[in-house]
């Protein structure tokens, strides 16, 4: 690509209203599920896949401005996170996030998965989707800091991990802190036939 193709699409994705924002980013992964070499789509189901299902976006489930606050729980700083195939990822708790969803108060840890990205938090969390409409290990978000130094939690912008799909990856689970008391429709859901997973 060019670097005046480049500018074009970059103006072109400033220009988005935010709910075509959402819409481009699903149908882009929907593509890349469905064709890229590296899709967690097995291979004898690329024919067939015809897109991830998803809640409807709900910007009511976005909280912009959102200051990292210190760990002040019971657990250690430095621990080890389990996975889906047994394993243990070495991870600690950066910090936690405070806001409300429908008019209840909520709390996260963010993570920072040891030898990953260390400027990108870890955001994975349960809620009472979880099991049901949505994958019982959780959901996940990825977050990078603001200019300002604040997040954003995007819930419409949360996805399963891989192993929803092929169980040979091998993806973090959540842990127990990160359940919140509340539906979080928004993100990734589970299509009907896989539901109670």
């Known amino acids: ?11 072109a994705a ?4 935010y709910l075509q924002a959402i ?3 699903r149908a882009d992964k929907d593509a890349w599920f469905g064709s890229a070499a590296g899709s967690p ?3 004898a189901e690329r024919g067939t896949f015809s897109g991830l299902p998803y809640f409807a976006v709900d910007e009511g489930l976005r ?3 959102l200051a990292l606050e210190p760990y002040a729980g019971d657990e250690p700083s430095r621990f080890a996170i389990p996975t889906t195939d047994g394993q243990l990822r070495p991870a600690h708790r950066a910090g936690t996030f405070a806001f409300t969803a429908g ?8 993570y920072v998965l040891d ?24 959901r996940y978000l990825d977050l990078e800091a603001e200019p300002d130094g604040t ?11 891989s192993c929803v799909y092929d169980p040979n990856y091998s993806c973090p689970l959540t842990p127990a802190e990160n359940r919140l008391p509340v539906r979080i429709e928004a993100g990734e859901r589970l299509s009907e036939h896989d539901t109670n997973r």
């Open 115 to 138: 030898g990953g990205h260390s400027h990108s938090l870890f955001l994975p969390f349960l809620d009472q989707t979880s099991g049901r409409e949505t994958y019982g290990a959780g």
């Open 41 to 43: 789509i097995p291979d």
């Open 63 to 65: 909280f912009l401005g």
């Open 23 to 25: 819409e481009r980013n």
């Open 103 to 110: 008019g209840v108060a909520c709390r996260l840890t963010a």
């Open 151 to 161: 997040y954003e939690i995007d819930f419409n912008l949360a996805y399963h991990p």
């Open 1 to 11: 690509m060019t670097d005046e193709h480049a500018h074009e699409h970059d103006h």
């Open 14 to 17: 400033h220009s988005l209203t």
